[in-house]
């Protein structure tokens, strides 16, 4: 079944760990979005990919960094961890072409310690 | 810039009552608006797009140029609406990205 997929669900972690978070979708979009997403708060977008070997930072400032080698992958790193970065993080995609809606993965709940 | 305003955080009403979300927007343009929501435990999916003028879950929502509104309402609410909705908007001067509101948290009390 197509859809778009997201690992691990939850990840605790120490302060200075590398960690990728995983984005994967099966619905043959060609753009992929990154989010990142306090409590209650509202989104911020913090990186997208239009296709292939195409990456943008968002609208909200991030220290992390994305890779989009293939059109169904859009992993997300933090080369060294900070409890600053705890937060939901909630990957999308949609398809080509102006105004259409995304489609949104379960998120990664990252806690720092 | 563009920006969504979603003035209340928490609406609570009885079951059987009406519930109307307000979504207000500021965009240079003819923007693309929509409603998302997520229910507990789920994953934001959306709910419904202006452009496509139908009702959802029996939930409607007109797009006011005038008044850069386009409130969520719904005459009757059940209590599986409770959930966190979010209003978002995108278009062309928005180089097609999303842009979010804050979110407004439905309590539907039996």
């Known amino acids: 079944e197509a859809d778009i997929y997201q690992t691990p669900r939850y990840l605790v972690i120490g302060t200075g760990k590398k960690i990728t978070l995983e984005c994967s979708q099966t619905?043959?979009?060609?753009?992929m979005y990154w989010y990142q997403q306090d409590p209650g708060m509202e989104l911020h977008l913090i990186h997208y990919?239009?296709?292939?070997?195409?990456?943008e930072k968002g609208d909200l400032s991030s220290e992390s960094t994305v890779s989009r080698i293939r059109t169904e992958h859009f992993p997300l790193t933090l080369e060294s961890a900070r409890p600053s970065h705890t937060s939901q993080y909630l990957c999308?995609?949609?398809?080509?072409?102006?105004?259409?809606?995304?489609?949104f993965g379960d998120g990664t709940r990252l806690s720092i310690l | 810039a563009q920006r969504v305003t979603q003035p209340e955080k928490l609406l609570s009403v009885f079951k059987g009552a009406p519930v109307e979300l307000k979504c207000n927007y500021s965009y240079s343009g003819s923007p693309e608006l929509f409603w998302y929501v997520q229910y507990s435990r789920q994953r934001l999916q959306l709910l419904l797009r202006h452009i496509s003028r139908e009702s959802i879950k029996g939930f409607t929502a007109d797009l006011n140029k005038g008044e850069t509104s386009f409130h969520l309402k719904k005459p009757f609410a059940q209590e599986e609406d409770s959930a966190m909705y979010y209003c978002?908007?995108?278009?062309?001067?928005?180089?097609?990205?999303?842009?979010f509101g804050g979110g407004t948290r439905v309590l539907v009390k039996p």
């Open positions: 999308a995609s949609s398809p080509s072409g102006a105004r259409q809606p995304q489609h």
């Open positions: 978002a908007l995108t278009g062309k001067a928005a180089g097609n990205k999303l842009t």
């Open positions: 990919s239009y296709g292939v070997n195409s990456t």
């Open positions: 619905m043959g979009h060609d753009k």
